[in-house]
């Protein structure tokens, strides 16, 4: 990801997992043109093992950068300070929003630092364990595609008890 547009070395089953995910088709460039971009993030796509193995490497973990696996076939790092919830000060500053008035929804790690801001957060069932771990809650159980609709009806039901109270 540069200032200027995604761009991907080269194309293959990867590139179309990537574009299936975001509806987006990154622009085929080479290492000497990438180099010349303001680039702010970078993200590896590939086999969950692979993906594994390539977060842990040494090398990668020696950098001082924000890393992060949203899914399990993907693993991103970008410069500090570029978390959803570094995101979200602004955000809400400009609104004049409290962060204990936000309520978040996520699904996966890089949602945990929106989580740790919010007043209130909630992560889907069908979400990673780590996410689970961070959120004040999590979704009631059901299919995968109505998840997030759910925890809305949750934290709906919750605001009315307290509003009895």
Not at 132 to 140: D, F, G, I, L, Y
């Amino acid at each position: 990801y540069a200032k200027t547009g995604i761009f991907t070395l080269n194309e293959n089953q990867w590139i179309d997992y990537y574009i299936q995910l975001s509806g987006v088709k990154p622009t085929l460039t080479n290492k000497e043109a990438i180099l010349n971009e303001s680039i702010f993030k970078v993200t590896f796509i590939g086999s969950e093992e692979r993906i594994e193995a390539a977060k842990d490497l040494p090398e990668i973990q020696a950098w001082d950068l924000y890393k992060v696996r949203p899914l399990k076939k993907i693993f991103e790092f970008a410069g500090r300070g570029t978390s959803k919830g570094h995101g979200l000060k602004p955000l809400l500053a400009h609104l004049g929003i409290e962060a204990s008035q936000l309520a978040t929804f996520g699904d996966a790690p890089n949602d945990i630092p929106m989580f740790e801001i919010a007043g209130y957060s909630v992560a889907m069932d069908t979400g990673w364990k780590e996410a689970k771990a961070a959120a004040h809650a999590v979704s009631p159980v059901g299919p995968p595609e109505s998840a997030f609709a759910r925890a809305v009806c949750m934290l709906r039901e919750q605001a009315k008890r307290i509003e009895v109270s």
